[in-house]
């Protein structure tokens, strides 16, 4: 069947390229997901192992369907005791595209009632639910995907403290695959908050599955095979490099370090507190430094930032030379202010309403 992989729009391509790394046939790639072919257990795979995935939707069923009644005929006809549990809430959403079925709303109720009728409590989105439901209708065509992750997978199950305007996991680790990070040089990120691209480095580096200490919907389906799925979990391997964060708060530098302590990763991450203005290579061997630092648009006003982003500009050249510079910023100016030599910006990135750019030296 197919298998959608929504990711932040923007980041489909480097999504799709790990899922081909993973294994997975890419069937297609769209803004803002990647559809790949499989079964049952690549559905599992996918929830556990692709660190760039927020959510995996299982395409269940497609049929036309060009009135309402047909709708509600073919998704009552459907099998749905042999697909989910006899008791269990289930949310609907529907969404509707140059199609004879125009209402959502009418779609979603018409959906509704044919699941009442095989026993399930249909309840609105967003609802604490078993499972969810996505119903599309696209030029007549309706395709029936379910929600297999539960929580967005950017929820890792160990990251309990956050720091101001925090960068998603999932995200997060994209943009370190686009960095051409594989985990077997040094990493450094001297604006680590709460130290989430320290945590995601240091979990590629020692090949830590991201959905290895969390929960999945599909584990509540019949179908489900525990001991398949914990043969799919990744040997843990020892790094060769510590990730290493540094942030000129304190309180930052705490959270950090519970974080990593949660995940399992922190004898191979380390957190000081440090002000641009003092940091220095953290190991002798040059790696990549990845950060995230305040823009206007996330905290306020921008115009101070320009002296820090021209600070972290002036200690990259002068103190890091052979190490690879990469930073994330919705404002090219502010990127410019560091007076480093970054390639062609990467593709925007849908951040909280915002385009986020990679930008990203070659070694200094």
């Not at 297999?148 to 990251?159: A, P, V, Y």
């Not at 510079?325 to 309403?353: N, Q």
Request: aromatic share 8%; hydrophobic share 40%.
């Amino acid at each position: 069947m197919d298998i959608f992989l929504i990711t932040a729009p923007g980041q489909q391509d480097v999504l799709a390229s790990e899922a081909r790394e993973k294994g997975f046939k890419v069937t297609e790639t769209m803004p803002g997901g990647v559809t790949v072919q499989g079964d049952w257990p690549a559905v599992w795979r996918a929830n556990l192992q692709l660190r760039g995935a927020t959510r995996v939707l299982a395409r269940i069923a497609n049929f036309r369907a060009l009135y309402l009644s047909q709708l509600e005929k073919n998704v009552r006809e459907f099998d749905w005791p042999g697909l989910l549990p006899r008791e269990g809430f289930i949310s609907v959403e529907a969404t509707c595209h140059k199609s004879k079925i125009y209402h959502a709303g009418a779609a979603a109720e018409r959906v509704k009632t044919a699941l009442a009728a095989h026993g399930y409590t249909p309840v609105d989105p967003g609802t604490e639910t078993s499972f969810a439901l996505k119903v599309r209708i696209d030029r007549d065509i309706v395709t029936l995907s379910l929600d297999t992750s539960g929580d967005s997978l950017h929820k890792r199950g160990h990251k309990e403290a956050v720091n101001k305007a925090p960068m998603r996991e999932t995200m997060a680790a994209m943009f370190l695959r686009a960095a051409g990070y594989n985990g077997k040089t040094p990493f450094f990120d001297p604006m680590c908050g709460s130290g989430t691209f320290v945590i995601e480095a240091a979990e590629i580096a020692r090949r830590l599955d991201p959905g290895r200490s969390r929960a999945f919907a599909f584990q509540q389906l019949p179908n489900f095979d525990a001991d398949i799925f914990t043969a799919m979990h990744s040997p843990d391997r020892p790094s060769a490099h510590t990730a290493h964060g540094s942030d000129r708060d304190t309180g930052a530098i705490q959270m950090s370090q519970a974080n990593a302590d949660r995940a399992g990763v922190a004898e191979v991450t380390d957190f000081k507190p440090n002000p641009i203005s003092a940091i220095t290579p953290p190991s002798d061997t040059p790696g990549l430094i990845l950060t995230n630092p305040p823009y206007g648009a996330r905290i306020g006003n921008k115009a101070p930032l320009f002296a820090l982003y021209t600070a972290f500009g002036d200690r990259m050249r002068s103190h890091f030379q052979g190490w690879r510079v990469g930073l994330t910023t919705t404002d090219a100016g502010l990127a410019k202010a560091t007076k480093l030599p970054f390639k062609d910006a990467g593709a925007p990135v849908s951040h909280g309403g915002l385009k986020v750019r990679l930008y990203l030296t070659e070694p200094l």
